[in-house]
């Protein structure tokens, strides 16, 4: 197998570390949140707007 372990926020802590250590004999890298909620980026809009006109051009 080349998957030597998996990654994962504290939502996954207990239900996915023990089911992929018991399936599939692999541990998990368990990572705490940076901030419980959204956050839009402000450039976000531009951008894809900016690419939607480029794609109308091209096709």
Known sequence: MSIKRFCGDEGYRKSFEEETLE???????ITKRIKA????????????????????RLS
Do not use: C, M
Not at 23 to 29: A, K, P, R, W
């Open 37 to 56: 909620e959204f956050e839009v980026l402000p450039l976000r809009r531009g951008v894809e707007r900016t690419f939607s006109r480029a794609n109308r």
């Open 23 to 29: 399936q599939l004999g692999v541990g998990v890298d």
